[in-house]
């Protein structure tokens, strides 16, 4: 399934640089999320915007920050990481945030930090 | 809260047998869920969701699952494995107004 889009695939940086990852949904729906994936953790939600506006913040740190110009794309600008935010970083998209929505998936960006 | 348990981090099973992936729940009120599929280098696959009605529910290639309200448990199963199902398996759960909660994945192998 292709309809969500993430690139790079994968993205290998240093701490004190900054860099951004892009996620393009092709499914015309309206809700975009970002979830952090590390190894043997349970997926973390890390942002939700729903018709362009962030509704959810879960407390992520301001080193993450996210952008929604439109209900196509979303973007998650990364500055000054940590060693601990090498992850897989998953981009997903739903029609609207309903309860009975399942949620499409990127195939991830893969993040490395050195 | 809510919250998910996959009793099991990796489930084997032999080719042509029947499998299970186990998972249970907690949430207040009514619960929504979903099972998702992840094969290497890939992100998650949605296979088959739990609203209301019928507790079996049937979903993409071939995989069902039952919803069970007093054991709170909603197991994804399979007649018959094939080699291909190989992947890490994640049950979710959802209620109303609140966001997806992920259980902590099951690495099912299946083994010519």
């Known amino acids: 399934e292709t309809g969500v889009t993430q690139t790079p695939r994968h993205l ?16 015309g729906h309206n809700a ?3 979830y952090k994936q590390s190894a043997k953790k349970p997926l973390e939600l890390m942002f939700v915007y729903s018709l362009e506006e962030r509704v959810e913040n ?4 301001s080193r993450f920050s996210p952008e929604c110009p439109n209900s196509s794309h979303l973007f998650l600008h990364l500055h000054t990481l940590q060693p601990e935010d090498s992850a897989l970083y998953l981009c997903a998209s739903s029609q609207g945030t309903g309860f009975s929505q399942p949620q499409h998936f990127g195939d991830g960006t893969r993040l490395s930090i050195l | 809260a809510q919250s998910v348990a996959q009793p099991e981090d990796q489930v084997n099973v ?8 186990k998972c249970t729940y907690s949430v207040s009120g009514n619960p929504y869920l979903f099972w998702y599929v992840q094969y290497p280098n890939r992100g998650l696959q ?10 079996l529910v049937k979903g993409s290639y ?4 039952e919803f069970n309200k007093s054991q709170t448990s909603f197991h994804l199963k399979k007649p018959s494995a094939l080699v291909s199902d190989s992947a890490l398996y994640f049950c979710a759960v959802r209620a109303y107004g609140q966001n997806f909660v992920f259980g902590p994945g099951t690495r099912l192998s299946v083994l010519p």
């Open chain 1, 12 to 27: 290998v940086m240093g701490m004190t640089n900054k860099k951004s990852l892009k996620c393009e949904q092709h499914l």
């Open chain 1, 32 to 34: 975009m999320y970002w």
């Open chain 1, 58 to 61: 879960n407390s992520v740190p």
């Open chain 2, 14 to 21: 032999a080719e042509g047998n029947p499998l299970t992936v």
């Open chain 2, 46 to 55: 949605f296979l088959l969701k739990y609203i209301t009605g019928d507790n």
């Open chain 2, 62 to 65: 071939g995989f069902e699952a």
